[in-house]
Structure formats: structure tokens, C-alpha cells
């Protein structure tokens, strides 16, 4: 298992997410997999082809936690599409600190003043 570095958290939360769905009898498919992963950055083309190569692996409700990720960190073509794909908060973090009156606003500011 040479692959458990950056890939590591990745592949252990798809293996989550997969072992979740076949649990409750879901198939693997792009709308499942689209819910389960709104907390990614993915674009459709990157979520058909994780679809498939999740499908190639032959994953079964059967099988634990443990064994989907195994076989998802086997697959060289999974481990290089995980790279491509960012957390929905990777680069968008705002600290603020802030004290006294005023508004804390961590972006752009609408001021509504009526009609």
C-alpha cells in the first residue's frame, strides 16, 4: 500500500462514501455520487469517470469499508483522478477577528436601503 500518503484521506472518504451507498442498496451512479460528494469540487466529466472506474472495481455490499478502500487505492487510474479533486473549502478560508460595533462580513457586503 505505497499510495497512502496525500492520496490517504481521499480514498478513505470515498470508500465511505461508497460503502455507505451499496449498504443501503444504492447503485453506484453519478446522481448517488453527486449528493454524497457536494463537499468536492467535481465537475460532470470528473464524476462520470470516477462513476465508471468506481463500477470497473466490481465493489459488492459485501464487502467492508476496509476492502473498497484497499481496492480504490489498488487503482492507479482512481488515485490520479482523486488528485484533481479539491475540497469545496480548499483556498476559501476567511479568518476574522473582530471587536466592538460594526459588521463582520467576510465577502462581498448587498446593503438594501429600501425603495
Known sequence: MENFNVDFLTATILSGVTYDMLKCGATLCAESLRESLRDWIINEP?????????N??????EMSETAIERKIVASSELIELLKTIKSATEGNTIVQHHSG???NV???KIIHYGK
Open 56 to 61: 470497473k472495481l466490481e465493489l459488492s455490499n
Open 106 to 108: 467576510g465577502g462581498n
Open 101 to 103: 460595533s460594526g459588521d
Open 46 to 54: 470528473e464524476l462520470l469517470e470516477l462513476t465508471n472506474n468506481l
